[in-house]
C-alpha cells in the first residue's frame, strides 16, 4: 500500500474540517515555555552544493583502515539481496494501519522475523523488535521487575558500559540497579564473580533478574548455567545478553535455562552505523508473554480457513493499556527486522555456522599473530571472536597505529575509565571478512610502534591525505 | 437482578462473605461489558490487599482492566482454574469463575460496598 506526504491543500481540507486557521492552533495546550523554539539550523543550500560539502565531509571518513573493532557492533558479509530487497517501497514504514490485519505481508514480515529469531535463541516468544540492543536489555530488567513484582536487579559489570548506562536511565524511576563485579585475576578473570553474585543475591532488597552476558563485554564465555541456577534458587529471573551470529556455535539461552533474552541484532545483515538505526532483540519463555513489550504478531486461519497473520495480545500495549501497557517505548525496528530475517533465510544454519566458526579461526589466528608482536591476552579464559590483548600505553598505540592504516579495536580504558587492570589494554575482534593479509599488517605495525620505530613516511603522508582533503571531489575548487 | 447475597463494588467486583473469610469475583454485567476473558492474573497467596487496592489484571479480547479488591485482607488462595480456563468468568462468574478467598482483615468493610439493590440501580445507570 502507497505512503505519501501530505500536500498542502490537503492540509487545508483538515483544517477546515477541525475548524482552525493552522497547524500551530492544535499545539495551543503545550506552554510556550515547554516549546522547541528558534532551532539553529543553517539556510537551506542549492542541492549540488550540499551534495559536494556531504560528500567532502563522508571522504574525511577512513575506509583504508584494517578493522579490529568490534565491542558490540561488527562487520560480516551481507548478501547483496538483503540490501536490494530492502529498497523495496512497502517496507518503508514500520506502522500498519488501522486494522493492521489489511496488512499481511507486513505482518508475515515481522511473524517470519519472531520464528527465526525464536529458533536461533531458543525461546518461546520473540517482539517485533526494538530500537537496540541496550533499550531491549533494559526492558529484559524491566520485565524481571514486573514478573516478580520485585524492584532490585544485578547487572554483570561484564556486560557493555553503553548497555549499563541504558539500564541506569530506565532505572531512574526508584527501581533498584546493582552491579556484579567481574572477577580480577585467576583462570577466570573478566568473567562475573559469581560468589559475589551469591552474595549480592544473599543480601539485600530481594533480587526480580540477573543479567549476564555471551559472550561478555571482553569476549570472553560466561559460565551461563550456572548464573542462571544462582538467580534461580534467590527466585529471581535470568537475562541473558547474546550476540546473535554466536549463536550459530554457542550454546543458546533456552537451552541454559535463561527466562529472557536480549541482544543487538546488528550482526544480521546491518552495516555498522555510526549511532544505528541498530536492532533490539527481546525473546522470552512463553510463561513471561503477558510481560514483553511491544508487537507479536500470530498466524491464524481466517474463516474461508485461509492462512492469516494476525497482531496478537495487543490488550498489553501502550494503545489499549496506556501508562500500564508492559513498555511505552516500544517503537518497532521493522526494516532492519526484516534485514535480519532476510540475512538468516539467505545465509542459511549452516552459513551463519560457518560465519561463526571462521570468525573464531580469525580471532585465534589474530591472537597469536598479536602474542608475537608483543601483546598477549589480557584474560586467560576461552573467548569466541574478540579478546583484550596487554599493551602498555593502549591510548598511545591505538592512535599510533590509525597512522598506519590499522584501527586496534577499543582502548578499553576509554570504555571502562574507572577500572585500573584495563589502563592498558585493547580490545580486539575479528570476523569473517578479517584477512590474513590485514592481520599480518597488524602484527607488524604494532611490534614497529612497540619498538617505537616512526611510521613509513609514505604511509604517514597518505594517512594525512585522507584526512584533510577530499579527493576525486572538487569541492574546494567549485565553492 | 444479581444475587441478593452478594455485596458490589462500583468497578463492578462482588464479594461472598464465608465466615471469616471473603470470596472475590466480577459480576456478570462486567463480564458482559468485556466481552470473551483471555487471561486473568491473580496475586500470590499470602499477598496483603488493602481495600480497593488491585489485585490483579483482567483481559479481554478488547481491553486489559485492573480488579480491585472490595475489601482489605490476605490472600489465601486463587482459583487456579482460571489460567486453563479463563472463560469460566464469562460462564459462571458468581460460581466457578470465582477469583481470589481473602482473610478478612476488617469485616466491617463489607458493609460499606453495594448491596443487590444499589448495585442493580448503579448498572440500570448504564
Redesign the interface.
Known amino acids: 500500500m502507497p505512503y505519501g506526504p501530505h500536500a498542502p491543500d490537503d492540509r487545508e481540507r483538515m483544517l477546515t474540517a477541525l475548524g482552525i486557521a493552522s497547524v500551530d492552533e492544535l499545539f495551543a495546550d503545550i506552554p510556550q515555555e515547554l516549546r522547541a523554539s528558534g532551532l539553529d539550523l543553517p539556510e537551506p543550500e542549492p542541492e549540488l552544493e550540499l551534495s559536494a560539502r556531504l560528500l567532502a565531509l563522508a571522504a574525511r571518513n577512513r575506509t583504508d583502515l584494517a578493522s579490529f573493532l568490534g565491542a558490540g557492533v561488527y562487520r560480516h558479509w551481507t548478501p547483496p539481496a538483503v540490501d536490494q530487497l530492502l529498497l523495496r517501497g512497502e517496507w518503508y514504514t514500520a506502522y500498519t494501519p488501522y486494522q493492521p490485519e489489511i496488512s499481511q505481508g507486513t505482518l508475515q514480515s515481522i511473524y517470519e522475523y519472531e520464528s527465526l529469531v525464536a529458533e536461533l535463541i531458543d525461546l518461546d516468544v520473540v517482539s517485533a523488535s526494538h530500537y537496540d540492543g541496550a533499550a531491549a536489555t533494559a526492558e529484559a530488567a524491566l520485565m524481571a521487575c514486573r514478573a516478580t513484582r520485585r524492584e532490585r536487579v544485578l547487572v554483570s559489570r561484564a556486560i557493555h558500559p553503553h548497555y549499563r548506562g541504558t539500564l541506569r536511565t530506565y532505572f531512574g524511576g526508584g527501581l533498584r540497579l546493582d552491579e556484579i563485579p567481574v572477577v580480577a585475576d585467576g583462570p577466570d578473570a573478566g568473567t562475573t564473580d559469581l560468589a559475589a553474585l551469591e552474595r549480592l543475591l544473599a543480601d539485600g532488597e530481594p533480587v526480580a533478574g540477573v543479567i549476564a552476558g555471551q559472550p561478555n563485554f571482553y569476549g570472553l564465555l560466561e559460565p551461563m548455567a550456572e548464573i542462571g541456577r544462582l538467580a534461580h534458587a534467590a527466585g529471581a529471573l535470568f537475562v541473558s545478553v547474546v550476540e546473535p551470529v554466536s549463536l550459530a556455535v554457542l550454546a543458546p539461552p533456552g537451552s541454559y535455562g535463561a527466562d529472557i533474552a536480549a541482544g543487538e541484532g546488528q550482526p544480521l545483515g546491518i552495516a555498522p552505523q555510526y549511532g544505528g538505526p541498530y536492532l533490539g532483540l527481546l525473546a522470552s519463555t512463553d510463561a513471561l508473554v503477558r510481560q514483553i513489550p511491544g508487537r507479536l504478531v500470530g498466524m491464524t486461519t481466517d474463516l474461508d480457513g485461509k492462512r492469516a497473520y494476525v497482531m496478537t495480545l495487543r490488550a498489553r500495549e501502550q494503545d489499549i493499556r496506556r501508562d500500564k501497557a508492559a513498555s511505552n517505548i516500544c517503537t518497532n525496528q521493522a526494516l532492519l527486522a526484516l534485514a535480519a530475517s532476510i540475512y538468516i533465510a539467505t545465509i542459511g544454519p549452516h552459513g551463519l555456522r560457518d560465519v561463526a566458526a571462521l570468525g573464531a579461526a580469525r580471532a585465534a589466528e589474530l591472537e597469536t599473530a598479536l602474542a608475537r608482536a608483543g601483546a598477549p591476552r589480557l584474560h586467560p579464559g576461552p573467548y569466541l571472536n574478540e579478546f583484550a590483548i596487554r599493551v602498555p600505553n593502549a591510548r598511545a598505540v591505538h592512535r599510533r597505529l590509525l597512522d598506519r592504516g590499522v584501527l586496534a579495536g577499543l582502548a578499553l580504558a576509554d570504555a571502562e575509565p574507572d577500572e585500573p587492570a584495563l589502563a592498558d589494554a585493547l580490545l580486539v575482534c575479528a570476523t569473517e571478512v578479517t584477512t590474513t593479509e590485514e592481520i599480518e599488517r597488524f602484527a607488524a605495525a604494532l611490534e614497529d610502534v612497540l619498538a617505537g620505530r616512526p611510521p613509513i613516511g609514505v604511509e604517514a603522508g597518505a594517512g594525512a591525505d585522507r584526512r584533510d582533503g577530499a579527493p576525486g571531489v572538487p569541492s574546494g575548487a567549485a565553492r | 437482578m444479581v444475587p441478593t447475597d452478594l455485596r458490589y463494588t462500583k468497578d463492578h467486583e462482588w464479594v461472598r462473605v464465608d465466615g471469616d473469610e471473603a470470596v472475590v469475583g466480577i459480576t456478570d454485567y462486567a463480564t458482559n461489558q468485556l466481552g470473551d476473558i483471555v487471561?486473568v492474573?491473580l496475586p500470590d497467596v499470602g499477598r496483603t490487599l488493602s481495600q480497593a487496592g488491585t489485585f490483579g489484571v483482567v483481559?479481554?479480547?478488547?481491553?486489559?482492566s485492573?480488579l480491585f479488591s472490595p475489601v482489605s485482607g490476605e490472600v489465601t488462595s486463587g482459583n487456579d482454574a482460571l489460567a486453563a480456563a479463563p472463560e469460566l468468568v464469562n460462564s459462571d462468574p458468581y460460581g466457578d469463575g470465582w477469583m481470589i478467598r481473602l482473610k478478612l482483615a476488617n469485616p466491617t468493610e463489607v458493609d460499606e460496598l453495594l448491596d443487590a439493590a444499589a448495585y442493580d440501580a448503579l448498572i440500570a445507570e448504564g
Open positions: 487471561f492474573e483481559e479481554s479480547v478488547k481491553a486489559v485492573d
